[in-house]
């Protein structure tokens, strides 16, 4: 029911679904692995330890998949990664295992992670997101659903990444990113909203201005964020996106990103001032 190559090397334990491929030389020599169906393994592939992988995801040749993590806490512990369904993990992507028992690094369905992409220990990626060549998470951070990460972008420990954002090109990330948001830059700031993106997912122009105005109340007021939240509580009508804004700005423990004025802004508008 699976085509495995002769040169490759499965455990005998693992559990491999119908219609799986697996490329010559790929070595899968673990017990906990989980190959769902119509999966598609490349050749020279390393996957390790306890791997689910859901149904249809491909794993591009030279990629390596649940290899302990290179946290120096790392004992040895068992730990757990979860791929979900339709992605596509491309050449020389690396995705660690997790580091505490059974702590996870899990990431969503219908993902794009391009060459050299790597998602390190205790990482939880959302669904739909696209990481382009060598984007880097440290460990602990969370990517939200339909979020693209940049070429080349870091993000630092245990920072997020709100949903439908889009990091450019070579940022370091060093605070949250706001859901909605498109930010870029060492240190990375915030540009505005990801309007482009909010149209391609289908947002109505009703929900883009409600953003439009959270944006704006929020980075542009010179306000604290606990005075710029009631603002936004008080003078927007509810949603779930707006909710999804107020949560992730009142949840960060790192602080979101500061805002990067525009040369065509008036002198007198103010920037976020933090708190």
């Given amino acids: 029911m699976s085509n495995i190559h002769k040169t490759a090397i499965v455990h005998k334990k693992a559990k491999i679904g119908k219609n799986v491929v697996i490329g010559p030389y790929s070595v899968l020599d673990s017990p906990g692995i989980v190959l769902e169906d119509n999966v598609q393994i490349k050749g020279h592939v390393t996957i390790e330890g306890n791997v689910h992988v859901g149904e249809g995801t491909k794993i591009a040749s030279y990629a390596s998949i649940g290899t302990s993590t290179t946290n120096l806490s790392f004992k040895g512990e068992e730990t757990f990664v979860r791929i979900g369904k339709g992605c596509d993990i491309r050449e020389y992507v690396s995705i660690n295992s997790s580091c505490g028992k059974g702590t996870m690094v899990k990431v969503g369905d219908f993902c794009l992670l391009?060459?050299?992409s790597f998602v390190a220990h205790n990482c939880s990626v959302g669904?739909?997101?696209?990481?382009?060549?060598?984007?880097?998470?440290?460990?602990?951070?969370?990517?939200?659903?339909?979020?693209?990460?940049?070429g080349l972008c870091a993000i630092a420990q245990r920072l997020r990444v709100g949903d439908h954002a889009m990091v450019g090109g070579g940022s370091m990330i060093q605070s949250d990113i706001p859901p909605f948001s498109i930010c870029s830059g060492y240190p990375c700031k915030i540009a505005g909203l990801n309007i482009v993106g909010l149209k391609r997912r289908k947002f109505t122009p009703e929900i883009q201005r409600q953003l439009s105005k959270a944006f704006r109340?929020?980075?542009?007021?010179?306000?604290?964020?606990?005075?710029a939240r009631?603002?936004?509580l008080t003078t927007i009508p509810q949603s779930e996106h707006i909710d999804n804004w107020v949560t992730f700005c009142s949840t960060s423990e790192k602080g979101i990103a500061n805002y990067r004025k525009h040369k065509d802004e008036k002198p007198s508008e103010k920037s976020f001032s933090g708190g």
Wanted: proline share 2%.
């Fill in 217 to 227: 109340i929020t980075y542009k007021m010179g306000l604290r964020w606990s005075e």
């Fill in 230 to 232: 009631e603002q936004i």
């Fill in 127 to 150: 669904d739909f997101v696209i990481m382009t060549n060598g984007a880097t998470l440290a460990g602990h951070v969370t990517i939200g659903d339909y979020v693209i990460l940049g």
């Fill in 114 to 116: 391009m060459p050299y």
